[in-house]
């Protein structure tokens, strides 16, 4: 059974925090602001996945209250998702997300994340797609108040 999952994910812009998008961080003048290293892409990433399999989403594996994911790297996230597929017989197809960041230029990042992606979800990086684009000036995204990304995940699944 092939099945399909959505993700989405936000965090705002702030001075002091590194920037870390799809495991990869970034130079910049502010980051992203979160309770472990606010990876976007990898949260939206994580729920893709995670919606394929029809678990409940990263804040309930992982919730913001709990000490242990304080600055955690989120691959670790993305790589729980990847083993709750495996748990069940499944595997991966493939992946697709957008980013959507007015700054910085996030295109000459995008072969490193996606082995990170890969690596994280034990499958080859041509089966990952990553995209950028800006929010052409426009809104919370557009004023570079925070970055946004989304994703969809396939799975394929034993029949049940
Ligand atoms: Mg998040």
Same mark, same amino acid.
């Given at each position: 059974?092939?099945? /399909?999952?959505? #993700?989405?994910?936000?965090?705002?812009? *702030?001075?002091?925090?590194?920037?870390?998008? #799809?495991?990869?961080?970034?130079?910049?003048?502010?980051?992203l602001? !979160?309770?472990?290293?606010?990876?976007a892409? &990898?949260?939206?990433?994580?729920? +893709? /996945?995670?919606?394929?399999? !029809?678990?409940?989403?990263? !804040?309930?594996?992982?919730?913001?209250?709990?000490?242990?994911? @304080?600055?955690?790297?989120?691959? *670790?996230?993305?790589?729980?998702?990847?083993?709750? *597929?495996?748990?069940? #017989?499944?595997?991966?197809?493939?992946?697709?997300?957008?980013? &959507?960041a007015?700054?910085?230029?996030?295109?000459?990042?995008?072969?490193?994340? @996606?082995?990170?992606?890969?690596?994280? &979800? !034990?499958?080859?990086?041509?089966?990952?797609?990553?995209?950028?684009?800006?929010?052409?000036? &426009?809104?919370?995204?557009?004023?570079?108040?925070g970055i946004a990304?989304? +994703?969809?995940?396939?799975?394929?699944?034993?029949? +049940?």
């Amino acid at each position: 059974m092939q099945c /399909v999952g959505i #993700g989405y994910d936000v965090h705002e812009l *702030v001075e002091g925090r590194r920037l870390v998008l #799809g495991g990869v961080e970034i130079p910049h003048t502010r980051g992203l602001e !979160g309770h472990s290293d606010a990876d976007a892409l &990898l949260h939206a990433i994580t729920d +893709a /996945v995670l919606g394929a399999i !029809g678990e409940s989403d990263i !804040g309930h594996f992982f919730p913001n209250t709990d000490p242990r994911w @304080k600055g955690a790297a989120s691959h *670790v996230f993305l790589s729980e998702a990847a083993a709750q *597929v495996a748990r069940r #017989g499944g595997r991966i197809i493939n992946i697709d997300a957008t980013l &959507l960041a007015q700054q910085p230029k996030i295109a000459p990042h995008i072969p490193q994340m @996606k082995q990170r992606i890969a690596t994280a &979800l !034990g499958i080859p990086p041509k089966r990952v797609g990553v995209k950028a684009t800006t929010n052409e000036t &426009l809104g919370f995204i557009g004023r570079e108040e925070g970055i946004a990304a989304m +994703a969809v995940a396939s799975v394929e699944l034993p029949e +049940a």
